[in-house]
């Protein structure tokens, strides 16, 4: 019992010794740290500390310096900006594009052609029928159709001819109309021709033919103008003599037949 106890103190004392002398090296230590730093810790001032400022992350552009109507001028790069061009400059197309064609003007079309003017009817310019008639008796009816396109007049009266005669029949002078007949395209005209007497006195110079011809008088009534016409006959031909007379040209039928 004694023994043991021998031995613990003799642990405590060491363990006590060992710990003096550790802390006696912990304070030498500790005294030479603050006598190496301390001065100089006291001599610095305190630094205030400066915020941190990232740089930025995406890239940076260099201005440039544009040239304006102002008078101030933007820092950075040098390059001039394009003069815009004036406001009555025409752009021109782009390289290998065809410039736009203009139209070339359209010629007017031409005034449609005035009808013809007024003139004598004549063979070219009329269609001439010839028609025997049963009333009156031995009579014969001319109608002249105007065929052209403008209208035509029919001056006087038909100068006619049958067969081989010579001369001309006289016309019927009480027949006259009061006005020149006038023909629009389309319309006709009429004259009545008498063939021979009513009664036969005058048979004795008389004989059938189967052909006439139709000439036209211009404005004096006199002179044949343009060209003649030679209507139809029935197949057995007309019988005429010497009492053979014509009418003036009526406008109407009627006024023709009257005769």
């Known amino acids: 019992m004694s023994v043991r106890t021998s031995r613990t103190r003799l642990i405590t004392a060491a363990a006590g ?13 500790s005294g030479n740290i603050a006598t190496a730093t301390g001065p100089s810790l006291r001599a610095t001032p305190s630094v205030a500390s400066t915020p941190f400022v990232p740089a930025p992350t995406g890239p940076t552009t260099a201005p440039t310096t544009g040239t304006g109507t102002g008078t101030g001028t933007s820092s950075g790069s040098t390059a001039e900006a394009p003069t815009p061009a004036p406001r009555d400059t025409v752009p021109k197309p782009a390289t290998g594009t065809p410039a736009p064609k203009t139209p070339a003007p359209k010629t007017p079309a031409a005034p449609p052609a005035p ?14 029928t010839a028609a025997p008639l049963n009333r009156p008796v031995n009579h014969l009816l001319l109608t002249v159709t105007n065929t052209g396109s403008g209208l035509c007049y029919l001056y006087g009266y038909p100068a006619v001819r049958f067969g081989e005669a010579q001369s001309v029949p006289p016309v019927i002078e009480d ?13 006709s005209g009429y004259a009545s021709v008498n063939l021979s007497s009513t009664d036969g006195t005058d048979n004795t110079d008389g004989h059938t033919t189967t052909t006439l011809a139709v000439h036209f008088h211009g404005p004096s009534g006199t002179e044949s103008v343009g060209a003649g016409v030679n209507p139809s ?27």
Do not use: E, H, N, R
Not at 17 to 29: N, R
Not at 115 to 127: E, F, I, L, V, Y
């Open 233 to 259: 006959l029935p197949a057995t031909g007309v019988y005429v003599d010497d009492s053979l007379k014509v009418t003036y040209w009526q406008q109407s039928m009627d006024d023709a037949l009257s005769w």
């Open 115 to 128: 009808d013809a003017q007024p003139g004598t009817c004549t063979g070219s310019t009329t269609k001439t």
């Open 17 to 29: 010794v060992a710990l003096a002398a550790l802390s006696m090296t912990a304070c030498a230590d």
């Open 175 to 187: 027949s006259k109309p009061q006005a020149v007949v006038t023909l629009q395209p389309g319309q």
